[in-house]
């Protein structure tokens, strides 16, 4: 090859590396940061083909996904300056991509996970400190996160990262004070139950004096309807009997006189001592 050819060819390679140094590919997982001197020149960038300044052009590239911070447990104090052990994480996220390269010094991510821990960890002891073990642990967990994700957006907002969510993942109690707590929600629990079975027990009495009262009232109207119907009866019954009488009173007069015979000598060790010649033994001798 020729001295001239040689130079043709370099001169087309140079060509073709400026050519290829002028051109990258965003990733739709990625942000893109050109920096030309240590300055950001270009930020933002669509998915796709972009160009920029050869050699003195740099592109810095970095996740679009959701990010997780998820750290060792911390240690908080409640109001009643007593020790919490905290396990959470971080669900974050790239927002303003130039915004995060200026704060992080340059896209370093573990300043990044440094400052929004930081941050989070103020949060957190700013709202446990506010609050009894008890509120802590027994259903204000989302009140936490929720006041916590308040406070906490605008301090993460110049880091150029936008906070998607903030978890509570378990809350340790220290031994002492865990049994406390549970003794003090159990008296608690027990002093409601106390409540409850007395309100019931109060019911109940209520309920069976009312069933008394009701059954005494039954029972006497039952009484009295029976006693005006036993008096109707015997009433009806005097009233067959008298006329029954009047149409034939030696009959009715030797009915009863069997009628007394029958209920003397119901059993056989039964004596009477009577005269001969008595009343008694009036149909003995025959009729007169």
């Known amino acids: ?5 040689m130079a043709w060819t370099i001169a087309l390679l140079i060509v073709l590396g400026i050519a290829a140094d002028s051109l990258f590919v965003v990733d739709k997982r990625q942000h893109a940061v050109v920096i030309q001197f240590g300055q950001i020149k270009g930020s933002d960038y669509s998915p796709g083909l972009h160009i920029k300044a050869p050699i003195i052009q740099d592109v810095r590239y970095f996740d679009r996904r959701i990010l997780t911070l998820d750290k060792q447990p911390e240690r908080y104090l409640t109001q009643e300056k007593k020790n919490v052990q905290v396990d959470f994480f ?8 130039a915004g995060y390269y200026r704060a992080t010094n340059g ?24 609050r009894t073990i008890k509120e802590a642990v027994s259903g204000e967990r989302r009140e936490i996160m929720q006041a916590l994700e ?17 978890r509570v993942k378990r809350i340790d109690l220290p031994d002492t004070v865990s049994e406390s707590v549970y003794a003090r929600m159990r008296a608690e629990r027990q002093q409601v139950a106390a409540m409850l079975r007395a309100k019931g027990a109060e019911a109940a009495e209520r309920i069976r004096a009312d069933a008394d009262r009701e059954r005494e009232v039954i029972v006497a109207e039952s009484y009295r309807k029976a006693q005006e119907a036993r008096g109707a ?11 029954a009488y009047g149409k034939d009173e030696e009959f009715f007069r030797f009915y009863n006189s069997l009628e007394i015979y029958r209920d003397a000598f119901s059993g056989r060790e039964d ?6 010649d008595s009343e ?4 003995f001798r025959g009729s007169k």
């Open 233 to 243: 009866g015997d009433a009806k019954a005097t009233e067959i009997y008298a006329d």
């Open 107 to 130: 896209g370093d991510e573990g300043r990044a996970l440094n400052l929004l821990s930081d941050i989070i960890n103020d949060g957190l002891r700013n709202e446990f400190g506010t």
């Open 271 to 276: 004596i009477l001592v009577l005269e001969p």
């Open 1 to 5: 090859m020729s001295g001239k050819a």
């Open 90 to 97: 971080v669900k974050w996220k790239i927002a303003d991509v």
């Open 280 to 283: 008694l033994f009036r149909y």
């Open 150 to 166: 308040r406070g906490a957006a605008p301090k993460i907002r110049p880091l150029g990262i936008e906070l998607v969510d903030v």
